[in-house]
């Protein structure tokens, strides 16, 4: 329940976060810096209250969870760029099939650079922290992952 209540307050957030893609602003540099702090400090903080761990395993999951962090964010970086570049060409009308072909390919390779960095971190993850507490933190990040994306998609408009 705490973490549905935390997920509650994290997307209230995010919703406020993705708005200018839908009318073909883009994501300012700035504001997502700041959008990213917060969001990192509430994240940290639902990971951490759902998390059931010792002092040594903290100690040990906290830089892992930092890496991981850290490694997400330059994802999320190729994420609002080619946001951006879609609105951009969206509200230009500018989106020929030889973009389309480009743009798919680049979503589909931070998908995959995605997944990949989850494998490498659940590998650092083994035998640091219990396999329970290991799969509940990636329920954590998948769910709050789902609502980052849920969002970002419900506020971009179809390629037409």
Same mark, same amino acid.
């Given at each position: 329940m705490r973490l549905y209540a935390a997920l509650a307050v994290f997307? $209230? @957030?995010m919703c406020a976060g993705f708005a200018g893609p839908l009318q073909g602003q883009a994501l300012e540099a700035s504001s997502m810096d700041v959008l990213r702090d917060q969001l990192g400090l509430d994240k940290? *903080? !639902? !990971?951490?209250?759902n998390l059931i761990l010792t002092e040594s395993q903290a100690a040990s999951f906290w830089p892992i969870y930092e890496e991981y962090q +850290? /490694? $997400? @964010?330059t994802i999320d970086a190729g994420v609002v760029k080619l946001v951006n570049e879609y609105a951009e +060409?969206? !509200?230009? @009308?500018?989106?020929?099939?030889a973009i389309a072909r480009r743009m798919i390919g680049e979503a589909i390779a931070l998908d995959e650079a995605e997944l990949a960095l989850r494998k490498r971190t659940l590998t650092k993850l083994d035998g640091v922290i219990p396999a329970i507490e290991a799969a509940r933190y990636l329920q954590i990040e998948n769910k709050i992952r789902a609502v980052v994306k849920? /969002? $970002?998609?419900? *506020?971009?408009p179809l390629v037409e």
């Open positions: 997307t $209230l @957030g940290k *903080a !639902v !990971v951490e209250e +850290r /490694e $997400l @964010g +060409r969206y !509200v230009n @009308g500018s989106i020929t099939e849920f /969002e $970002l998609g419900d *506020a971009i």
